[in-house]
Nanobody
Framework: QVQLVESGGATVQTGGSLRLSCVASGDTNCISSTSWYRQAPGKERTLVTGITSGGSTVYTDSVKGRFTVSSDNAKNTVYLQMNSLRPEDTAVYYC????????????WGQGTQVTVSS
């Protein structure tokens, strides 16, 4: 199995920056991709960005040019660098991995709160 722990959430002002971290432990060799999702109050959880084990990335349109996902395989950590933050980025951010070796094959962290004040 794999365990995920997110950190780095905070309250920042509009235009500020944050870096979120997702540290994986356990059977990390079987992780095929890692994604960041977010869920604002009263809204559905949506994909923000993802990175495969090969380094391919995808971003939702609203964060392109502002957010960057990266990974440090030696540390089993995926980062989400968030710049030029906006109030609409306020949400709980969740790390999720595709874990083909297990059942369930999609695993989630506990989430970290990001609040952007105007």
């Amino acid at each position: 199995q794999v365990q995920l722990v997110e950190s780095g959430g905070a309250t920042v002002q509009t235009g500020g920056s944050l870096r979120l971290s997702c540290v994986a432990s356990g059977d990390t060799n079987c992780i095929s991709s890692t994604s960041w999702y977010r869920q604002a109050p009263g809204k559905e959880r949506t994909l923000v960005t993802g990175i495969t084990s090969g380094g391919s990335t995808v971003y939702t349109d609203s964060v392109k040019g502002r957010f960057t996902v990266s990974s440090d395989n030696a540390k089993n950590t995926v980062y989400l660098q968030m710049n030029s933050l906006r109030p609409e980025d306020t949400a709980v951010y969740y790390c999720s991995v595709i874990y083909p070796c297990g059942d369930p094959d999609i695993l989630w962290g506990q989430g970290t709160q990001v609040t952007v004040s105007s």
